[in-house]
């Protein structure tokens, strides 16, 4: 299976935000110039090497102190919609950021309401057809999918638990397959889904 460009974006946002930086390419990736103190791009803060793609702190005209303040946010997600970022974590309500650089972040506050969503593990968001699906575990009991038309929420539930251990993922393959995966002991779970809100239980791989 082949990564949606969408996840892919989601991963590397998430990964900048982290401060991680290194890569595994042998060609450098692609940075679109941040404005303001510390802009840099690819062909001048990137040297390849043969295996892997590093940050060359000479080059570089500022360094970043990280602009979001993780201490007490658990399992950021980032989605890209429209040129815009937005950030997702596990907190009551769960909070809802939004920055068009990855630098600079507005707070949009709480996307969502339902009682079981005052503890929401590790949500992740995913845009199709219009709508926004937000997959979240309730104190790690299981998953549910809550359904938006706008990335800021309110997210509503619209499926009851799904089950699934935590830390839930919606996949979209380039021939539009969907799949769940989920975490748990000593193994991944992977199924299909038959819609952004059904998953097929008889398709376990």
Do not use: Q
Request: net charge negative; charged share 15%.
């Amino acid at each position: 299976m082949k990564n949606k460009k969408s996840i892919i974006s989601g991963v590397v946002s998430a990964a900048m935000i982290m401060g991680l930086t290194a890569c595994t390419s042998s060609t450098p990736p692609a940075i679109d110039p941040v404005p303001g103190p510390g802009t840099y791009s690819g062909e001048d803060g990137i040297i390849p090497t043969d295996d892997v793609c590093v940050v060359d702190p000479g080059k570089m005209s500022a360094t970043y102190i990280n602009p979001v303040n993780t201490s007490e946010m658990g399992d950021p997600f980032v989605m890209r919609y429209n040129g815009m970022y937005y950030l997702y974590n596990t907190t009551a309500g769960t909070d809802c950021w939004t920055s068009e650089d990855l630098i600079n972040w507005t707070y949009a506050g709480k996307c969502t309401s339902d009682a079981f969503t005052m503890i929401p593990y590790a949500p992740e968001v995913t845009y199709y057809n219009g709508k926004f699906y937000m997959c979240t575990s309730p104190d790690g009991l299981g998953h549910y999918i809550l359904e938006s038309d706008s990335p800021t929420g309110p997210f509503v539930t619209v499926t009851d638990n799904f089950g699934l251990s935590i830390d839930g993922n919606i996949f979209i393959d380039d021939n539009g397959d969907w799949y769940f995966t989920s975490a748990d002991v000593g193994y991944l779970n992977v199924y299909k889904m038959l819609s952004p809100t059904t998953i097929d239980y008889n398709s376990y791989f």
